[in-house]
């Protein structure tokens, strides 16, 4: 079988902005795909036209072999999908709510018994699984979109930042399902502005702006490639002026800028050798430096140095 | 911290094949039953219903006039029209619309389903419930035409067949209105007042004033539930007033024709849930 997710040459249009733009994308089987990108990139676009919520201007999203765009009964038959934040219908019950589209999805009866409480254990949700859905919260109703989406046990699952708007503790919750989702069979195409995120529970990664492609392959490999660091540096003296004048003529360092009275950062183009040698030369500037340390993560530098390139 | 850990039970496995279209049409009409049913709407349509039947009856019980069993039935057929408007506001009017503006379309259309099978099984509850509410409406009244009439009226029944006509009609052009709307209170609004009054103003422009028989519009065709229990049938008919200084106004009555207001209601049926099709296939979830 061959690839589960392939994009090619997708391209959306709204009224004389590209949202998309030539996007092609291919995902292997069994990965799990964080889609990143600003707010505007073009990921929820891309996501809805893989779920037949857009149509496309032009090009292609095939899913498990099968065109979206051309037959979207047949493409989605197998996959699951959590798009934006979606609301359910609030005379339901998750129970009935999960029948209702296992119905759809032409499910036994005793499949959907089955699954649902499988399901629902999963994401937290078994002692609402009778309450009607019209008042719960946001993280809730998150937890039984997603339930929803792995009930029919597909092969693709699709979220677009399921993260996105809940509190601290839903996110945590959320993460901590990604997590199990990520030990499992599942090919999984995630959308998501949360970097750690990603970095944490992603095995691929694709960066979007402004509708095109920036870069794909796999976390390794993009953090191998990521070589601008951010550092920050914590001394024991107070930072003059001129110990920052000195600094900011070392070889390498960029952007430079005080964050407090005996702190300071900076960004530093290399890898872990000239990240040494930079610590070295600080010293030798005769700077007492008491913590020196990478601010922020590795693929956040990635992102960075290739969102500001491609503006 | 809660959710040490969490568990997948299951992986995935081999595709099982999709239901018909048709099966999934039963499955979207069976789930907005429930809708109906839960959200009171059915319950608020009773309610209404209850309150015209018991108004009816009490003027009829309390009329000294003698009657008939069509006579009856006619009474009660009159008022079938404005039970008809408001079940195709509540059951039609935002039918489509709200998968937008509720964003239950981002749960439903992500599924492998086709949009027809989305909108028919849509129809096909709603016109089980507006078919409900006009079925036990004329049952009251045929079992009224019985009592107060001593007999069984037959027009009724032929009124009770124009009633579900009408009502069919109305809900798919109540449909029609919720696949272009954005908001669900202005499709309610616009389904509500484009039966209640704008067809009948204009209508009664043409009518009456213009001397155009508007055969073509929804609301005179579907008027014909009202006149197919008057014995003998109504025909058009033109009076002229003279009104002074060497002027005379005209005025038109027309009635409309029962072959051809079947025709004219079948045609709004069949257009407007067309369209409305067509319309929602096109539509983008895109807000």
Not at chain 1, 287 to 307: Q, T
Not at chain 2, 73 to 102: C, K, N, P, R
Not at chain 2, 117 to 136: E, P, R
Not at chain 2, 245 to 252: L, R
Request: glycine content about 8%; charged content about 20%; some cysteine.
């Amino acid at each position: 079988m061959g690839d589960p997710i392939v994009i090619d040459r997708l391209t959306k249009d709204f009224d004389g902005f590209r949202a998309v733009d030539d996007l092609s994308l291919t995902v292997r089987q069994g990965s799990f795909l964080g889609f990143l990108g600003p707010n505007g990139a073009g990921k929820t676009t891309t996501i809805k036209i893989m779920t037949n919520l857009l149509a496309a201007s032009g090009g292609s999203a095939v899913l498990n072999g099968i065109d979206v765009v051309q037959h979207p009964k047949e493409a989605l038959a197998q996959v699951g999908a959590v798009v934006e934040t979606p609301e359910f219908y609030p005379y339901l019950t998750p129970n009935e709510t999960l029948a209702y589209l296992g119905e759809i999805r032409g499910m036994t009866r005793e499949d959907i018994s089955r699954r649902t409480k499988e399901v629902l254990e999963t994401v937290k949700m078994t002692e609402w699984a009778d309450k009607r859905i019209g008042k719960f919260s946001k993280g809730m109703k998150q937890r039984v979109a997603i339930a929803q989406a792995m009930l029919h046990e597909p092969s693709v699952i699709i979220l677009d930042e399921p993260t996105s708007g809940l509190d601290p503790r839903g996110m945590y919750e959320v993460r901590e399902i990604l997590n199990e989702l990520s030990k499992h069979d599942y090919t999984i195409f995630m959308s998501s502005h949360l970097l750690n995120e990603v970095q944490e529970v992603c095995s691929d990664v694709a960066l979007i702006n402004r509708g095109r492609l920036l870069r794909s392959g796999s976390v390794e490999e993009l953090l191998e490639q990521a070589s601008v660091k951010r550092i920050e540096v914590r001394t024991k003296q107070q930072m003059s002026g001129e110990l920052l004048n000195s600094i900011s003529k070392l070889e390498g360092v960029q952007e430079l800028r005080a964050s407090g009275e005996n702190q300071f950062m900076f960004s530093l183009t290399g890898k872990d050798e000239e990240q040494a040698q930079m610590l070295l030369r600080l010293q030798s500037l005769g700077l007492n430096v008491v913590s020196y340390k990478e601010s922020g993560l590795a693929l956040e530098s990635l992102y960075m140095s290739l969102i500001k390139d491609s503006r | 911290m809660m959710m040490a850990e969490v568990s997948v039970n299951s992986t995935p496995r081999e595709a099982r094949a999709l239901p018909s279209d048709l099966k999934q049409v039963g499955v979207v009409a069976k789930y907005d039953v429930m809708k109906y049913l839960r959200s009171r709407r059915l319950l608020g349509m009773l309610i209404i219903e209850a309150i015209v039947l018991i108004a009816i009856t009490v003027l009829l019980a309390t009329s000294s006039n003698p009657k008939t069993a069509d006579g009856v039935v006619g009474q009660y057929a009159g008022f079938a029209t404005i039970l008809i408007v408001i079940g195709a506001t509540l059951f039609g009017g935002d039918a489509i619309v709200s998968e937008y503006q509720g964003r239950t379309g981002y749960l439903l259309f992500p599924n492998p389903i086709k949009k027809v099978s989305i909108i028919i099984g849509k129809f096909i509850s709603a016109v089980a419930a507006m078919v409900l509410i006009l079925v036990i409406y004329y049952a009251i009244a045929l079992v009224a035409g019985l009592v107060m009439g001593n007999g069984f009226s037959t027009l009724g029944l032929a009124s009770l067949g124009l009633a579900i006509l009408y009502g069919i009609s109305a809900l798919a052009v109540a449909f029609l209105i919720s696949s272009f709307m954005k908001g669900t209170a202005g499709s309610l609004i616009l389904t509500f007042a484009l039966f209640f009054f704008v067809l009948d103003i204009i209508s009664s422009i043409m009518g009456q004033l213009g001397g155009i028989k508007p055969w073509f519009l929804l609301n005179f065709a579907g008027s014909s539930l009202s006149y197919v229990t008057t014995d003998p049938f109504p025909v058009d008919s033109v009076e002229t007033l003279d009104i002074g200084g060497g002027q005379s106004f005209t005025f038109y009555s027309f009635y409309p024709d029962i072959g051809l207001s079947i025709a004219v209601m079948v045609a709004y049926a069949v257009v407007a849930l067309v369209l409305a099709y067509l319309i929602f296939r096109r539509r983008e979830m895109s807000a």
